[in-house]
């Protein structure tokens, strides 16, 4: 939902620049709050398979007593969750990135039309410089979270529970940046310095 929410405003970014002086801030209000009505429902849509074919077994041997959690879908459903799960993950990255590349043109398009003497490369280059932040960031956060999205594929039995700390510490490790928004957008850019 994090990687959404950011390409949400990534957007809003992007229909700043293009609607200009035309942008209203209200009507933009009533379609964020829509908006995320729509992401939230979308995701426990197409994440509530999970919790109907997931399943609880108590293993008692005499080595050890440990509770299993078992996810068993059948073929269809496995095709259908990890078209979810790559969904999930692939397009706020991909919204990210168009609304950077649209924010950062339009602003330069615009700049060329007020400073003739420069040309559209030039100040392109400028916007890209200035604006690099729009493009590191979203990098950042899906490579932390391809982690999480390849440990989401991987279904392992697991021997000892050492196996189970390095699954928990590779998801959790996965967590860390979306929850770092602060250092990822607000530190390496220069509007707010």
């Given at each position: 939902m994090d990687q959404w929410l950011n390409a949400c405003v990534a957007t809003e970014r992007a229909v700043t620049i293009i609607k200009a002086t035309y942008f209203h801030k209200q009507t933009s209000k009533k379609i964020a709050k829509i908006v995320?009505?729509?992401?939230?429902?979308?995701?426990?849509g197409t994440s509530i398979t999970d919790l109907l074919y997931r399943r609880l077994i108590d293993e008692d041997t005499e080595d050890y007593k440990r509770i299993w959690c078992i996810v068993s879908y059948p073929s269809s459903l496995k095709i259908f969750n990890f078209i979810m799960h790559t969904f999930h993950f692939m397009t706020p990255f991909i919204i990210n990135l168009m609304s950077a590349i649209i924010l950062i043109t339009k602003k330069s398009r615009r700049r060329s039309n007020l400073q003739i003497n420069r040309s559209f490369k030039e100040l392109l280059k400028e916007q890209i410089r200035q604006h690099k932040h729009l493009f590191t960031a979203p990098v950042l956060l899906v490579i932390l979270v391809l982690l999480r999205l390849i440990l989401s594929f991987v279904s392992k039995c697991m021997k000892s529970t050492n196996d189970a700390w390095l699954f928990l510490i590779g998801y959790f490790i996965s967590f860390i940046l979306p929850m770092l928004t602060f250092v990822v957008f607000i530190l390496p850019s220069k509007f707010y310095k």
């Open positions: 995320i009505v729509i992401l939230v429902i979308f995701t426990i």
